[in-house]
């Protein structure tokens, strides 16, 4: 079992920066790639940005490839997702899920946090 918990989500203005995280816990993490997801009001979620257990490798959706950085730090079981230059339409619950690799989570995710709100703006 793999456990994930969301933070950093918030009100800010456009043009303006969040860094989200999501901390990772369970006796097989270290198996797990990590990714970030959002679903705004009356959409379906959608992929954002996943990272590699090592962080080696990531992979960005297009929306989020000049903006967002997805990273991570193992010795702190933490994934992050710093969010610059953000728009009202980056509003959305951001949730971060656990999966086989960087590409498999994209559509089978095995674990899921429970979202953070990040509402921006204009």
């Known amino acids: 079992q793999v456990q994930l918990v969301e933070s950093g989500g918030g009100l800010v203005q456009a043009g303006g920066s969040l860094r989200l995280s999501c901390a990772v816990s369970?006796?097989?993490?270290?198996?797990?790639?990590t990714g970030w997801f959002r679903q705004a009001p009356g959409k379906e979620r959608e992929f954002v940005a996943s990272?590699?257990?090592?962080?080696?490798?990531?992979k960005y959706a297009d929306a989020a490839k000049d903006r967002f950085t997805i990273s991570r730090d193992n010795a702190k079981n933490t994934v992050y997702l710093q969010m610059n230059s953000l728009k009202p339409e980056d509003t959305a619950v951001y949730f971060c899920a656990a999966g086989s690799n960087i590409f498999t989570v994209i559509h089978t995710a095995n674990y899921w946090g429970q979202g953070t709100q990040v509402t921006v703006s204009s």
């Open positions: 990272i590699s257990w090592t962080g080696g490798h990531t």
């Open positions: 369970g006796r097989t993490a270290s198996n797990y790639a």
